[in-house]
């Protein structure tokens, strides 16, 4: 197949004028290095250059975190690339106001930006941490009124969580979540029957649908293209991030998305 940047499909997220790549580039791979991600391990320019290179293949997403370390890395990707486009998102782990402030000014001045397309109250994976990262969801409130972010968006591991985000009263008007999916049920504590239900909800609700951990942290790799298929054809997912650290995955996985947007995902067998 031959990789066009026009190729790869988009999708807008929920209700906001955010559109993105279905596929993301991921930069907070679990590592085993003594780093934060396995891409903070990288140089950021080369991983800049690696970043440029899926935007070449039509990857316009790109998901970074004040915990992976790779602020730097997205800067140096964005060197001769037009703000626009490109839509960047970040994570926190803040739960105060003050915090949230802190930390969203903070990855914008490491990344020389002026506003973000997606940020996430991040690792949100139980009732009590629900509750407790309220004052910062306000805080984005404010920055999202104010044109500093697009979106507001959370990542969890918990289907509890996920559920809950459906009616809790403090989160009515979040654009964006995020959560693990994939085929085989690795890093999930739920069925998929549970989670597709709850994701399918979201959707419907007109949240922003992404879904992380396609290839189960290296786990998934001997069957990383069905797996990162499957999700790409979910009818109620916006977006697959998947964490890549050199040009044959950024190649790879890009044909793969392309490949299922078109109608011709490899056969996987039965299933959701």
Do not use: C
């Amino acid at each position: 197949m031959i990789l066009d940047e026009g190729a790869m499909p988009r999708r807008k997220l929920g209700r906001t004028a955010v559109e993105i790549s279905l596929l993301g580039f991921g930069t907070g791979t679990t590592a085993s290095n003594g780093h934060p991600s396995a891409q903070s391990a990288i140089h950021p320019a080369e991983l800049g250059g690696l970043l440029r290179l899926g935007l070449d293949v039509g990857i316009t997403w790109w998901d970074t975190s004040d915990d992976y370390q790779t602020h730097a890395h997205v800067r140096e990707g964005l060197v001769g690339t037009p703000r626009e486009q490109v839509q960047i998102a970040s994570k926190t782990h803040a739960a105060t106001a003050e915090e949230a402030h802190g930390r969203l000014d903070e990855a914008l001045a490491d990344m020389g930006l002026s506003w973000l397309d997606v940020y996430f109250l991040h690792d949100v994976d139980d009732m009590d941490e629900l509750e407790r990262r309220l004052p910062a969801m306000a805080a984005l409130r404010q920055r999202r009124e104010r044109g500093d972010i697009r979106a507001i968006a959370l990542s969890t591991h918990n289907i509890d969580t996920l559920e809950r985000l459906l009616t809790h009263p403090g989160y009515t008007d979040l654009d964006v979540v995020m959560t693990n999916f994939n085929r085989f049920g690795d890093h999930m504590d739920a069925s998929l029957e549970d989670y597709s239900r709850a994701l399918g909800e979201h959707h419907a609700a007109g949240r922003g649908v992404l879904v992380m951990k396609a290839v189960g942290e290296g786990r998934l790799a001997h069957v990383a293209r069905e797996s990162i298929q499957w999700n790409a054809t979910r009818p109620f997912v916006d977006g697959v991030l998947v964490g890549m650290a050199s040009g044959d995955q950024v190649l790879a996985n890009a044909a793969a998305v392309i490949q299922a947007g078109a109608g011709k995902p490899r056969r996987i067998g039965p299933g959701l």
